[in-house]
């Protein structure tokens, strides 16, 4: 990592560390992903053409209906059926709508009076208490006067001031009066544009057969649409809607195609209902408003209040159109490289999922190639990974030498001795003996001089106490903590062993290993070529070399390690080999 600081720190360059596994499975599997992989960013790119630069739609419209319907139910005063053209049964809109009538009914002859309401539960009336005067309530047509008044010879309703006579609550008609207006067309004009792209386009091209008619099979380029078709499209019936009305989409989809070689700028049309169809009476269905044509008779002004159901054509235009542009293609290469650490992740979750020791003693315990398995990847999963342990002051690791594993123990946790604790198990990292050769000679030599009788012991015999060793002492060789520290104290109480026998000293290993003088000076001089052996830093130097060669060795993980405690016979054994002239030592502390 660049240090702080520093200039020419900004020219450095870093790079991971890559382990290659030569397995023919899982480099099956990892081009396997690839191509897969592969596959799918290409037909992607190729399908949505993400190496273009897309831009959405910007559009109007223009619509004009025709067609003639006669109804037979309303005869002019000429004694011939009423027609109705385009200005009877289109209304303009707002926005990309328009409206067609196919359904209606009539109030005529309507005056400002007053009159009787329309008999509804809200405004029948037994006297003028039941009618409040100046009351305008939402669903009435007009302002009570106060008066209760007769509307037919049974009923009585509140008089109001309005338009009269008033409107009748009725049906719509059955079967709707314009039921022929499915056979009407209407002619869709749409421009689009796309102005970053510096295209412009319509619907309707020149040389357009005015005499067609949209099919969706046969014609469907076609802007010219029979409203029958259009319902017989979303599988409606037009006959049922135009009773009461409803609203319809017609939708203009354009995925235009800029690019001069593979160029395609066409209209794609669909239709889809947009009312609730399944709604019930209760919830007012359909589409319905009101309107009046005003008039004068004998000075007097009169008017036609004319209810219209009918159907509303929404035009929803929407799309884009792309282009090839270098940028979009890099962007989208760019974000489609990370796909490919898939199949890197999927092998790493094989390898760390079964490499663990239950793996082969559980999932797998009849399945002899299984367990192969997971010990091939068990081995790949040491090349890979380093157990890094979190550095912590509460964490302390003990080794006892008739023990095969190492303990872990929470210092907070600890009430007497470290010697009596449990602890959590940690497996004893794997001896790599390539290392041994890397060792300086003295080490692999073995001893000059034969230790005296009685000082080389077999560590599984039991060897008799020495006097004022403590009672935690299972080697006899251990110490009483001269610390006052109740917590220091208790990390000081630990013996080389969990049950009585040879103390861990007398063994050829800690001879070697731990207190051989020669050895430990090669490595003080491998460090410091020029170092002065014979000071007292010298010794203290040596001493804490010693130290560090025992955790090293009865702990492996150098993480570990320098958390390790060191029992007290072998910490005194140290201490004796290299003494500090006024004999006082610190003890163990937390490298964090």
């Not at 009423?82 to 009914?105: E, K």
């Not at 947009?274 to 008039?295: I, V």
């Not at 490919?340 to 793996?359: E, K, R």
Request: with cysteine.
């Amino acid at each position: 990592m660049p240090t702080c600081g520093k200039c020419d720190s900004v020219f450095q360059y870093e790079t991971n560390r890559v382990i290659q596994i030569h397995s023919a499975n899982y480099g099956t599997i990892k081009w396997l992903l690839h191509v897969l992989v592969f596959s799918y960013v290409s037909f992607a790119l190729v399908k949505d053409k993400l190496y273009q630069e897309k831009e959405n739609v910007i559009s109007s419209v223009h619509t004009k209906v025709k067609g003639i319907a006669a109804v037979t139910e309303e005869v002019t005063e000429n004694g011939v059926k009423r027609i109705f053209d385009t200005a009877d049964y289109t209304f303009p809109l707002q926005a990309n709508s328009f409206f067609v009538m196919t359904n209606y009914l009539k109030t005529e002859g309507q005056v400002q009076g007053l009159c009787p309401e329309f008999p509804t539960p809200r405004t029948i009336c037994s006297s003028d208490r039941s009618c409040k005067k100046g009351w305008m309530d939402p669903q009435s047509k007009g302002v009570q006067t106060g008066r209760c008044i007769q509307y037919k010879s049974t009923v009585k309703t509140c008089e109001v001031s309005a338009w009269c006579p008033i409107e009748a609550v009725e049906e719509a008609p059955r079967p709707a009066l314009l039921e022929s207006a499915e056979n009407f067309t209407v002619l869709i004009k749409n421009n689009i544009d796309f102005p970053g792209h510096n295209y412009t386009t319509r619907n309707i091209l020149p040389g357009f057969n005015i005499s067609c008619t949209f099919n969706k099979t046969l014609n469907p380029q076609c802007p010219i649409f029979r409203l029958g078709d259009i319902f017989r499209e979303t599988g409606d019936n037009f006959s049922d809607v135009a009773i009461k009305g409803g609203i319809m989409g017609i939708e203009i989809y354009w995925d235009c195609n800029l690019d001069k070689w593979f160029h395609h700028c066409r209209p794609k049309y669909s239709f889809r209902r947009l009312d609730d169809k399944t709604t019930n009476e209760s919830l007012y269905p359909g589409y319905n408003f009101r309107y009046a044509k005003y008039y004068k008779e004998s000075g007097i002004e009169k008017r036609t209040l004319i209810k219209v159901f009918g159907i509303r054509f929404d035009i929803l235009v929407f799309g884009s159109g792309g282009k090839f542009d270098i940028i979009q293609l890099l962007v989208y290469i760019g974000s489609t490289l990370s796909y490919f650490g898939l199949a890197t992740f999927f092998i790493d979750f094989l390898i760390s999922t079964f490499s663990s020791q239950c793996c082969r003693t559980r999932v797998y315990p009849c399945c002899r190639c299984c367990e192969e398995w997971c010990g091939v990847n068990e081995y790949y999963h040491r090349k890979k990974c380093e157990t890094v342990v979190e550095p912590s002051r509460r964490l302390k690791y003990v080794s006892f030498v008739d023990e095969p594993y190492i303990r872990k123990v929470d210092q907070q946790l600890l009430g007497e001795s470290l010697q009596n604790t449990k602890g959590e198990v940690i497996q004893r990292p794997p001896v790599d003996f390539t290392e041994l050769s890397r060792l300086p000679p003295s080490f692999q030599e073995p001893p000059s001089a034969p230790l005296q009788p009685g000082e080389m012991q077999l560590l599984g015999e039991e060897v008799p106490r020495s006097e004022g060793s403590p009672s935690w002492c299972q080697c006899g060789k251990c110490r009483p903590s001269q610390l006052s520290n109740k917590t220091s104290r208790c990390l000081e109480e630990l013996c080389c062993r969990q049950r009585p026998g040879a103390c861990i000293t007398t063994s050829a290993a800690f001879q070697q290993l731990v207190l051989s003088r020669s050895s430990l000076q090669f490595l003080l001089l491998y460090q410091e070529p020029l170092l002065a052996l014979e000071t007292e830093e010298a010794t203290s130097r040596l001493r804490h070399c010693a130290y560090r060669c025992y955790t090293g060795w009865r702990f492996g993980s150098r993480e570990v390690a320098d958390f390790a405690i060191v029992p007290s016979c072998c910490r005194w054994r140290i201490r004796t080999e290299f003494p500090r002239s006024e004999g006082h030592y610190s003890g163990f502390k937390s490298p964090c």
